[in-house]
C-alpha cells in the first residue's frame, strides 16, 4: 500500500515556474514507477511524464519536453515535478501515481494514485 499527496499547484502566469511534490508513504516507494499525470476538464487524464524506480530512465510527453523535469528522491519518499516555461494549455489538475512498469512507458499499470492538485496558467 502507498499513499500520494501531491502539492504545489497554484496560480501562475504564462512563463512562470512551478514545481510539484508528491509525497509518498507506505512500503516500498523505491520500487515503483512514478508517473505524472493531467487532466483538463472534459478531457482524458493524459500521461506527462514517468521515473523509473532508479530514477535513471525518464519520460516526457512530446507536449512538455524540454520545460519540464520529473525526478525523485527516494530517500524522502518524493517525486516532483519542475514545470518551466508554463503555458495555458498546461493548465489542469495534476495527479501523481505509482506503479510496477510492465512497458515502457507505463501508461495503465498505476496502483496508486494521488487526489490531484490543481495548475492554472493565465494568459
Known amino acids: 500500500q502507498v499513499q500520494l499527496v501531491e502539492s504545489g499547484g497554484g496560480l501562475v502566469q504564462a512563463g512562470g515556474s512551478l514545481r510539484l511534490s508528491c509525497a509518498a508513504s507506505?512500503?516500498?516507494?523505491?520500487?515503483?514507477?512514478m508517473g505524472w499525470f493531467r487532466q483538463a476538464p472534459g478531457k482524458e487524464r493524459d500521461l506527462v511524464a514517468v521515473i523509473s524506480w532508479s530514477g535513471g530512465v525518464t519520460y516526457y510527453a512530446d507536449s512538455v519536453k524540454g520545460r519540464f523535469t520529473i525526478s525523485r528522491d527516494n530517500a524522502k519518499n518524493t517525486v516532483y515535478l519542475q514545470m518551466n516555461s508554463l503555458k495555458p494549455e498546461d493548465t489542469a489538475v495534476y495527479y501523481c501515481?505509482?506503479?510496477?512498469?510492465?512497458?515502457?512507458?507505463?501508461?495503465?499499470?498505476?496502483?496508486?494514485w494521488g487526489q490531484g492538485t490543481q495548475v492554472t496558467v493565465s494568459s
Open positions: 501515481a505509482a506503479g510496477w512498469a510492465r512497458s515502457w512507458p507505463p501508461r495503465s499499470e498505476y496502483d496508486y
Open positions: 507506505g512500503r516500498s516507494f523505491s520500487s515503483y514507477a
